[in-house]
């Protein structure tokens, strides 16, 4: 209850923009479907979106959730992103993560990274992106205050082709303060998808996620594999 407050709580930061220049777009996807872990495990996937574009503007809010029997994943994520000054080809970015994972005993991760991307592509068939930046996040959030330190480096890339799309998007985090002996938190995240649209609103969507871990003695490798159905829609917002 507590994430899914903060997800209505951080909508609040997709607002802000100034009409007189030009009037944003919103749209709105709803996931619902089957999901399968690494050690075979079968539950329930749901995912909701809600994004905000202008041409210079970027604003994304994300709620994934994986449930389990006996495990459970949840992520709240938004990120904005802003063309740089009057290149464009670079933006700026911030990426806000509030998680909760059983498997890789997170009981409430706070993670933040910013920093600058490259747009090496943007067409009607699809988009690539290069992000690097700086990155902080505090794995236990309810008990210390403790915070760990990254250098971020993301690749992301889109493509089109008639009624099927992929997604893939690679995160790497290597970490950079190691006061605690053997407790390199370094990751790759990996996130790939494939969607089949059966309308203009409505798709079938299949792929899979995982967080690996580079120090082998956490042994917290975990990779989820999810088949949903999606449907989304344009929202008449001018807010």
């Not at 079968?42 to 202008?54: M, N």
Request: proline share 1%; with cysteine; net charge positive.
């Amino acid at each position: 209850m507590k994430l899914i407050f903060i997800f209505f709580l951080i909508s609040a930061l997709l607002n802000g923009h100034n009409p007189n220049k030009e009037l944003p777009n919103w749209k709105h996807y709803n996931r619902m479907g089957y999901v399968r872990s690494g050690d075979y495990s079968k539950g329930f996937a749901t995912y909701l979106r809600l994004k905000r574009t202008t041409s210079y503007t970027f604003r994304d809010l994300r709620f994934y959730g994986y449930f389990f029997n006996d495990n459970q994943e949840i992520r709240v994520r938004q990120k904005t992103s802003r063309r740089f000054m009057n290149f464009d080809w670079i933006y700026s970015f911030n990426t806000l993560v509030y998680e909760r994972n059983t498997y890789l005993n997170i009981d409430l991760r706070y993670h933040y990274n910013q920093g600058l991307g490259w747009l090496i592509r943007n067409s009607n068939s699809g988009n690539s992106t290069l992000e690097i930046g700086l990155a902080f996040d505090n794995s236990d959030y309810l008990q210390n205050n403790q915070k760990t330190s990254y250098l971020k480096n993301g690749l992301t890339y889109d493509q089109n082709i008639s009624i099927f799309s992929i997604k893939t998007e690679v995160n790497y985090f290597h970490q950079f303060n190691k006061k605690i002996k053997d407790n390199d938190q370094s990751r790759v995240q990996i996130l790939g998808e494939c969607e089949w649209k059966l309308k203009h609103w409505l798709s079938i969507v299949g792929g899979m996620k995982h967080d690996a871990y580079l120090n082998k003695t956490f042994n917290l490798d975990q990779a989820l594999y999810f088949l949903s159905l999606e449907w989304n829609k344009p929202l008449q917002w001018n807010i």
